[in-house]
């Protein structure tokens, strides 16, 4: 495990399921920690297909795969995100944080005790990668898999993903800015995501039960026993307590 730079953690979920708000506030708990977005690998806005005459940016097809898989791998051998990108991603606003200064600090704490003096993460000679991405386990993305170190599949219910999706101002793109029409989530966003999550889940229904067998197969991890809609504090604390296991592999 010391022949790379950096461990890849991979936080996927549907749109607005929470991915951006954990990865920062992951990134702020944890040493030598960035983070890689899927959203900074989009096509240019002329190439974004489109879905009865209306832009999709929520199917893979609007993502450039193989630049984004080369990102991965670069990152893994190097410790850092390659040159060549320039991620727009952090210009877009998640909204106010749903988690308390208090619990923050705490988990910093816990972090800072819990990781030893020596931990190559501390000492700089391991970096951490939050890979925050709507669309990272589909049947899609299977060239990304041997790369992701750590999977995480956020949850949030049609309802939920709706009023948060629709709270937002909009986007921030390679060539301008994109605001959601009228009825995306319903026609765009939400079909798309059970497309590429059904094979997940307990006769395809994304609101539903986990195949626990398919999550064994894939290695991906859930949150608070897949609870839908799940507390963001009590997210964070799995999180955290997963991601410290997880660095105790690595000496």
Request: aromatic share 8%.
């Amino acid at each position: 495990m010391t022949d790379r730079k950096a461990i890849v953690v991979a936080i996927s979920g549907c749109s607005s399921s929470g991915k951006t708000t954990i990865s920062r506030l992951l990134r702020d708990i944890f040493p030598n920690t960035f983070i890689l977005h899927e959203d900074d690998f989009y096509k240019t806005d002329k190439d974004i297909p489109l879905n009865n005459g209306i832009a999709d940016w929520d199917c893979a097809e609007a993502i450039d795969i193989p630049a984004m898989t080369e990102a991965v791998a670069y990152i893994r051998q190097h410790g850092q995100i390659p040159a060549t990108l320039n991620s727009i991603e952090d210009q877009n606003s998640v909204g106010k944080c749903p988690v308390s200064d208090s619990v923050i600090e705490e988990l910093k704490a816990k972090a800072a005790s819990a990781i030893p003096e020596h931990h190559p993460l501390r000492e700089s000679r391991l970096r951490m990668c939050l890979f925050d991405g709507f669309l990272l386990y589909s049947k899609s993305m299977t060239e990304l898999a041997p790369s992701l170190d750590l999977k995480v599949l956020l949850r949030a219910s049609y309802a939920q993903a709706k009023a948060r999706r629709e709270a937002r101002d909009g986007y921030v793109t390679l060539e301008g800015f994109w605001k959601d029409p009228p009825g995306y989530v319903d026609d765009i966003v939400w079909p798309n995501y059970v497309k590429e999550h059904e094979w997940m889940f307990e006769n395809g229904d994304v609101e539903g039960k986990y195949k626990q067998d398919v999550l064994g197969k894939e290695g991906i991890l859930v949150p608070n026993g897949g609870a839908l809609d799940p507390d963001m504090s009590e997210t964070l604390k799995w999180m955290v307590d997963t991601i410290l296991n997880e660095l105790s592999k690595y000496k």
